[in-house]
């Protein structure tokens, strides 16, 4: 079978990976406690007809745990208590305590109260000093027992078996070959071992766990998968597990040592045997010899050619001198045999020469032989695990060494010392991360030491520099945290300093944003300037002016307090040696340029006061002037409206003949322009007026573009009145109308003008008409205001209304009684002009005349000169306009 090589034994030696560390249940290795002392449990239980589901709850009462230690020990307990209180529960368990005591075993830690309550920790503790009581603690192999007895026996059932080391109760059984080596030495039926490959953990696994409780009655305790997903399985579940092969398999047969083995010897018999007659030697002499050989070696390699010489020895210098011991006894007793037969007394050999001293010898070299053999085998173990442990030491110092490397240094740097404070809360959470780093790392030095202990207690060769190079280690490690705890002091100091400038900064910020722009609006108004129209604008804005000069004080305080601000600011900067690494990070404002503003505004204040006084005397000033204005203008515009009253009345009223009017308006017209220097009076109070830049007067209603507008009203109307009137005397001579029908005319038209405007309109005219008993239809009356209304301006004046009543009354009108109206007119000329005819007619009838009249072309003509005499024929039916 190629998979049992009896000199598999020890190439697969390897080192134990790692110590068992007290106290701390891994969460992986819980799950497999729970499961695998559980089903251990369950193994005795079944055997009083119960089981337990859930390990920690189902103990709680003491009854099934009392049961349980009934079952393992084969004794009797004290009458448990059935209540349901918990005195009755603590009660319970107490008494499966005391009887864990009475076999000699000291519960540390493990208390009733825990396992009543549940507490998981401790109850799988306690399952575990059963295990270790009634399960493990009585297993005895070649002197060795419990523990160590159970590894020694594992590793003496699978040292023929390939790929198989057990160092431990842990990774060694990972891979779950030494499992089915277990099983397959004692019953090969079971396990086809050569099928089995080291690659496959969980069907190795499986295989060992499913044969076990098939055909061995060991319950499945263990999961292959939670073995093979854990870096390191629960020692304890492993050595229950492995603990029940053992009472499985110790029943059926002894514990001994493999027929294939070689035989145990000891390299002292080399020395002590010398000659063929070397079988004497005493055991005590022997025995010295071996105690002699027994120096430990500090090296791997010297204690491996020992083992090598020893070797040697059994090989080629033993077996001669098994020879010669065989053929001493045939010589003895050849010679007995001989001296028997020649009736010779038997050879008596002298004192230390019986054959029975040289079996007896060679008893005590063969025992010298298997000591010094052990002995070799265990300083090799021994030193293995130094060199093993050696190795790991430098591993994880030099991983940690690595890791520190530039830790102090970074520790011991004042970055902080110019930090903002987002920097600072960022240095603070890598320096917390750090920290949880270093405290990580505890347990890396923690190992190194306990390494370095250990080496120190198994006498390693260069344990002194172990030593150094730990004390090193642990030196660097408390500057660690000494450096640590210094920085986060600094960097917790420095976020508090910084935390209260930045409340200071976000203070300063928050009134200095409002009172700076409280200065620039202040500067803003102190510069503006104003524009005013009156006395109270003025009064307004210096009342407005005080009130904010009263606001002064208040505001110096509140600069005062600002400034007072920045100053803890610095006071702060300067007791504490804090290093700002800039400016105020809410606001751009500085003290200067508040101080600065502050100062402009002060200088602002007193210029606007001298810039309203001023303003207010300009204003006094251009009073004076409204009023002086308004008292003129207040008799100038009511006397012109008087005048055109007046006047419209004359034009009107008939008083008299039209030489009289004409002379009375002609009066009214020489008063009128005697009135002319009141006007210019007015002009230059008005220019006064507007050089000051005054555009608007309470004191008057009237501005000097009314007055204006009503003298030259007042001037055009007298003019046109005195015009008209002289027309109508024109008009009166050239018809030959008397005073009597004129003055009939003047009453209808006053009596038809109804709106007093001295015209007609069209509705006016037609009831004029009808009164003096004209009778026409639309058409007659269209073509008679065609006549009195040539320009179509929807009203008939007084002139045009004579012309057509004189047209009307005459009894023929001929057109040389025309032309000569129309030579007096032209001054006697053959030819009348434009402004001749707009200076004598209306401008009604001037503007008809001016359309329908020829330009004159005799040798006398000037520029614009009109044929009167061709439009006077044309007007009388004598020819076509």
């Known amino acids: 079978m190629d998979h049992y090589d009896p000199q598999q034994t020890n190439d697969y030696m390897q080192p134990e990976e790692d110590w068992d560390r007290d106290l701390l249940l891994d969460p992986a290795w819980e799950k497999q406690q729970r499961k695998t002392f559980t089903a251990w449990c369950n193994s005795h239980l079944r055997k009083a007809g119960t089981q337990i589901e859930n390990i920690e709850e189902d103990f709680r009462d003491g009854l099934k745990l009392m049961l349980l230690l009934e079952v393992i020990s084969g004794e009797r307990l004290a009458k448990p208590e059935r209540g349901k209180m918990r005195v009755h529960k603590i009660s319970n368990v107490n008494k499966a305590l005391d009887f864990i005591a009475s076999k000699g075993v000291k519960l540390v830690s493990i208390g009733a109260e825990e396992i009543v309550d549940g507490n998981v920790k401790m109850t799988l503790g306690m399952i575990w000093t059963i295990i270790l009581r009634f399960?493990?603690?009585?297993?005895?192999?070649?002197?060795?027992?419990?523990?160590?007895?159970?590894?020694?026996?594992?590793?003496?059932?699978?040292?023929?078996?390939?790929?198989?080391?057990?160092?431990n109760f842990h990774i060694s059984w990972k891979d779950g070959l030494g499992f089915c080596a277990l099983i397959h030495r004692h019953r090969p039926e079971l396990i086809d071992y050569g099928k089995l490959r080291k690659d496959d953990p969980l069907t190795n696994l499986n295989t060992a766990f499913d044969v076990a409780e098939k055909y061995l009655d060991i319950p499945k305790m263990l999961d292959a998968e939670d073995i093979v997903g854990t870096a390191r399985p629960d020692e304890k579940a492993i050595m229950t597990y492995v603990s029940s092969f053992y009472h499985a398999f110790s029943g059926a047969q002894k514990v001994s040592q493999d027929p294939k083995l070689p035989p145990q010897s000891t390299p002292g018999a080399v020395a002590n045997v010398q000659t063929f007659f070397s079988f004497s030697l005493s055991s005590l002499a022997t025995g010295i010899f071996i105690i002699m050989l027994l120096v430990e070696l500090n090296t791997m390699q010297a204690m491996q050619q020992k083992l090598e010489d020893f070797r040697d020895y059994r090989r080629l210098h033993k077996p001669p001198k098994v020879q010669e011991k065989c053929q001493l006894e045939i010589n003895f007793n050849t010679l007995q045999t001989k001296l028997r037969l020649s009736n010779r007394p038997a050879f008596m050999p002298s004192e230390g020469k019986m054959v029975s001293d040289i079996n007896n010898a060679w008893g005590g070299l063969e025992q010298a032989?298997?000591?010094?053999?052990?002995?070799?085998?265990?300083?090799?173990?021994?030193?293995?695990?130094?060199?093993?442990?050696?190795?790991?030491?430098?591993?994880?110092?030099?991983?940690?060494?690595?890791?520190?490397?530039?830790?102090?240094?970074?520790?011991?740097?004042?970055?902080?010392?110019?930090?903002?404070?987002?920097?600072?809360?960022?240095?603070?959470?890598?320096?917390?991360?750090?920290?949880?780093?270093?405290?990580?790392?505890?347990?890396?030095?923690?190992?190194?030491?306990?390494?370095?202990?250990?080496?120190?207690?198994?006498?390693?060769y260069d344990s002194p520099s172990v030593n150094a190079r730990c004390q090193k280690i642990c030196d660097q490690w408390d500057?660690?945290?000494?450096?640590?705890?210094?920085?986060?002091?600094?960097?917790?100091?420095?976020?508090?300093?910084?935390?209260?400038?930045?409340?200071?900064?976000?203070?300063?910020?928050?009134?200095?944003?409002?009172?700076?722009?409280?200065?620039?609006?202040?500067?803003?108004d102190l510069q503006d300037t104003f524009i005013v129209h009156t006395i109270e604008e003025i009064q307004g804005l210096t009342t407005a002016h005080e009130q904010f000069k009263a606001t002064l004080p208040d505001a110096d305080k509140e600069r005062q307090a600002i400034l007072g601000i920045h100053n803890e600011v610095s006071k702060i900067v300067q007791t504490y040696h804090v290093n700002m690494a800039g400016t105020n990070p809410y606001t751009t404002i500085t003290p200067h340029e508040i101080n600065g503003?502050?100062?402009?505004?002060?200088?602002?204040?007193?210029?606007?006061?001298?810039?309203?006084?001023?303003?207010?005397?300009?204003?006094?000033?251009?009073?004076?002037?409204?009023?002086?204005?308004?008292?003129?203008?207040?008799?100038?515009?009511?006397w012109i409206q008087t005048k055109m009253e007046e006047i419209g009345r004359i034009s009107i009223e008939m008083h008299g003949t039209l030489e009289d009017q004409l002379n009375h308006l002609r009066q009214y017209e020489k008063s009128i322009v005697n009135y002319k220097p009141k006007i210019d009076q007015l002009e230059g109070d008005h220019q006064q007026i507007q050089e000051a830049l005054i555009f608007d007067n309470k004191h008057t209603n009237y501005t000097m573009e009314h007055i204006r507008v009503g003298w030259e009203q007042l001037l055009t109307t007298i003019a046109r009145t005195i015009n008209e009137v002289e027309n109508q005397i024109l008009t009166r001579d050239a018809k030959g109308i008397s005073q009597e029908q004129m003055n009939e005319f003047r009453a209808s038209f006053n009596h038809f003008d109804r709106k007093k405007t001295g015209m007609m309109d069209c509705e006016d005219f037609r009831a004029c008409l009808i009164s003096m008993g004209y009778n026409m239809g639309e058409a007659e009356f269209a073509r008679i205001m065609s006549i009195v209304d040539p320009n179509r301006l929807g009203v008939v004046t007084f002139q045009a209304f004579i012309d057509f009543m004189s047209r009307e009354t005459a009894d023929t009108d001929t057109?040389?009684?025309?032309?000569?109206?129309?030579?007096?007119l032209a001054g006697d000329k053959n030819y009348i002009t434009v402004d001749e005819l707009r200076r004598e007619l209306p401008p009604d009838q001037a503007e008809y005349c001016i359309a329908r009249m020829a330009p004159y072309n005799g040798r006398d003509a000037v520029p614009g000169a009109l044929d009167y005499m061709s439009f006077s024929t044309a007007l009388y039916g004598e020819s076509d306009l």
């Open 815 to 824: 057109a040389d009684q025309v032309m000569a109206s129309f030579k007096i």
């Open 597 to 638: 503003k502050w100062e402009h505004v002060r200088q602002l204040v007193p210029r606007r006061d001298q810039a309203l006084m001023e303003e207010h005397a300009r204003q006094q000033q251009n009073e004076r002037l409204r009023k002086q204005f308004g008292a003129q203008a207040n008799v100038i515009g009511p």
């Open 369 to 460: 032989e298997k000591g010094y053999e052990e002995w070799l085998l265990n300083e090799i173990r021994r030193l293995e695990r130094l060199d093993h442990l050696a190795e790991k030491f430098r591993q994880k110092a030099s991983i940690h060494e690595s890791w520190t490397d530039g830790k102090e240094a970074m520790l011991q740097q004042k970055d902080y010392e110019t930090a903002t404070l987002s920097e600072i809360k960022a240095l603070l959470k890598k320096h917390e991360a750090f920290e949880s780093d270093l405290a990580a790392h505890q347990d890396r030095v923690e190992q190194i030491a306990a390494i370095a202990q250990e080496l120190n207690e198994l006498d390693y």
């Open 135 to 167: 399960a493990i603690q009585d297993i005895s192999v070649e002197e060795t027992s419990a523990k160590e007895g159970l590894l020694l026996w594992c590793q003496r059932k699978t040292a023929p078996y390939k790929n198989v080391n057990i160092q």
């Open 479 to 524: 500057n660690l945290g000494a450096l640590t705890q210094k920085r986060r002091e600094a960097l917790e100091r420095t976020e508090k300093l910084l935390e209260t400038i930045d409340q200071l900064y976000l203070e300063y910020a928050k009134r200095a944003a409002p009172f700076n722009n409280w200065m620039e609006g202040a500067m803003e």
